[in-house]
């Protein structure tokens, strides 16, 4: 079977350039609006371990999405960071040809003690997902009790240690943690960490999502600009999703992640790879296409690359531009934890 050799564009012209690359479906944190303790309990089935894909097959199929125009890597999970020898990946993904970054996003609880083995694998850049400053808002909204200190000391570590810029992920929800905006700010201004604001979204089945509990971008700017002269600033490339913002003092920047009320489908450029080897197309989707059961079954290389691709070239999602209409389904969706955001 003959393969293109062109990289593939969906039904709405967008290529494919981000892998996002979940490699565990477990969690040591029980975030409200992700995996709510309620449900994810003692009692709750995580996915086998035979179903997961192993690191070796994660290599296969990144140097096949590669061949499709995929230049940008982000390791996440679960916590990725649960996962043995998470490190070990990232130096098996360094040198696969075509692909120019490799990020990853962790809750940090476990940052302090992998950040070494992190750096010398190869790791370019960090988020860390960190909703407040408060140890008692903070076990709320994480739903463990865990020393905040010790995400603070991994923070400050990757910021030595990785070139790149580390970046804070604050999902902000009303009345939980929207009166924690301007000191999480100041946290990272002083720290030269870069912030985005996430609005709180309606991902997976079992957050409660009500629009009634997010905050928009437009209002945290307002809180902000209370406080601050600040400006927006150019996307750093086609399809960032943060809309930028710099402080007037030149003391950094700043960003919103606004998929509800400013969505971006139109420049989404990222596939995402769950756990156990499904293909998902959009952060709302309610199916990924199985590639693990081809990975496992002898499928040649140039045969899974064309599915790949085929895939791709199929692609209309754009679920958080039409998420008011009614043509979304009220099917379930795929759980955020799953895929990784
Ligand atoms: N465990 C890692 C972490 O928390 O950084 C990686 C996986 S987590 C699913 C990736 C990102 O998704 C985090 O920044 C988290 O805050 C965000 N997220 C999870 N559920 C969300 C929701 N309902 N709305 C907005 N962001 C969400
Ligand atoms: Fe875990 Fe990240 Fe989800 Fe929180 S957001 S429950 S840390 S996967
Ligand atoms: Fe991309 Fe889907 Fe998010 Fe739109 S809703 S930006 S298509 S992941």
Redesign the pocket.
């Known amino acids: 079977m003959k393969t293109s050799q062109q990289n593939p564009i969906d039904q709405l012209a967008r290529p494919l350039r981000d892998l996002r690359i979940?490699i565990t479906d477990r969690?040591n944190?029980r975030?409200t609006?992700?995996?709510p303790e309620s449900h994810y309990n003692e009692s709750y089935q995580f996915m086998d371990r035979s179903n997961i894909l192993s690191y070796e097959e994660i290599i296969r199929t990144v140097k096949l999405f590669s061949q499709c125009g995929v230049k940008k890597l982000r390791i996440?999970?679960?916590?990725?960071?649960v996962r043995k020898d998470c490190h070990q990946l990232i130096s098996m993904l360094k040198p696969i040809q075509g692909i120019e970054d490799i990020a990853l996003?962790?809750?940090?609880a476990l940052l302090s003690q992998n950040i070494d083995k992190l750096k010398d694998a190869g790791l370019d850049r960090i988020?860390?997902?960190l909703?407040s400053l408060d140890q008692h808002i903070f076990e709320k909204i994480s739903g463990k009790s865990f020393p905040l200190q010790n995400i603070l000391d991994g923070i400050a570590l990757a910021k030595k240690q990785l070139s790149g810029p580390v970046k804070i992920?604050?999902?902000v929800k009303k009345d939980i943690n929207d009166h924690c905006v301007i000191e999480m700010l100041e946290y990272c201004k002083k720290h030269n960490l870069i912030l985005?604001f996430?609005?709180?979204?309606?991902?997976?089945n079992l957050?409660q999502?009500s629009t009634k509990d997010v905050v928009s971008s437009k209002k945290l700017l307002k809180t902000i600009e209370k406080k601050w002269n600040v400006y927006p600033i150019d996307p750093n490339y086609k399809g960032e999703v943060a809309q930028r913002y710099q402080f007037s003092d030149g003391s950094g920047e700043f960003g919103f992640?606004s998929?509800v009320s400013h969505p971006f489908c139109g420049d989404c450029h990222r596939a995402r790879l769950s756990a156990d080897g499904k293909l998902y197309t959009c952060l709302f989707a309610q199916n990924g296409f199985d590639l693990k059961t081809l990975l496992r079954n002898q499928t040649s290389d140039e045969d899974l690359l064309k599915t790949i691709k085929q895939h791709w070239t199929d692609r209309q999602d754009q679920y958080s531009q039409l998420r008011n209409t009614s043509s979304i389904s009220s099917s379930k969706k795929v759980e955020?934890?799953s895929?990784?955001?």
């Open positions: 979940s969690c944190f975030c609006y992700c995996m996440t999970g679960g916590e990725p960071l996003t962790t809750n940090g988020t860390v997902s909703d992920n604050m999902v985005r996430i609005e709180f979204m309606d991902v997976g957050n999502w992640i998929s955020m934890y895929i990784g955001g």
